[in-house]
């Protein structure tokens, strides 16, 4: 960042957070719908249109990861380097 590479930073945080995020969303979404086959079978109360539920939730999720992600990235981003070199 002392080298103007500000941009450089918030993107390589952003996409490595992303890709987390993503991650996660594919695994629990899957998961989700193998227990939520499973749950149908074993319990007569689960219905079909459960697939909106995931669907809303993961979208829900990514927002809020994404709001997670770029607050701090961005505050960061605006510190003054030397300012951020005298505190080290």
């Given at each position: 960042?002392?080298?103007?590479?500000?941009?450089?930073?918030?993107?390589?945080?952003?996409?490595?957070t992303?890709?987390?995020?993503?991650?996660?969303?594919?695994?629990?979404?899957?998961?989700?719908?193998?227990?939520?086959?499973?749950?149908?079978?074993?319990?007569?109360?689960?219905?079909?249109?459960?697939?909106?539920?995931?669907?809303?939730?993961?979208?829900?999720?990514?927002?809020?990861?994404?709001?997670?992600?770029?607050?701090?990235?961005?505050?960061?981003?605006?510190?003054?380097?030397?300012?951020a070199?005298?505190?080290?």
């Open positions: 960042m002392a080298l103007g590479a500000r941009s450089d930073v918030f993107t390589m945080v952003v996409r490595q992303s890709r987390l995020v993503a991650g996660g969303l594919a695994l629990g979404i899957s998961s989700g719908f193998v227990l939520m086959r499973f749950l149908s079978s074993e319990i007569c109360e689960v219905q079909s249109h459960a697939q909106v539920i995931f669907v809303s939730v993961s979208l829900v999720m990514a927002a809020v990861a994404a709001f997670a992600c770029l607050i701090p990235t961005w505050r960061a981003a605006q510190v003054d380097p030397i300012i070199l005298h505190y080290e």
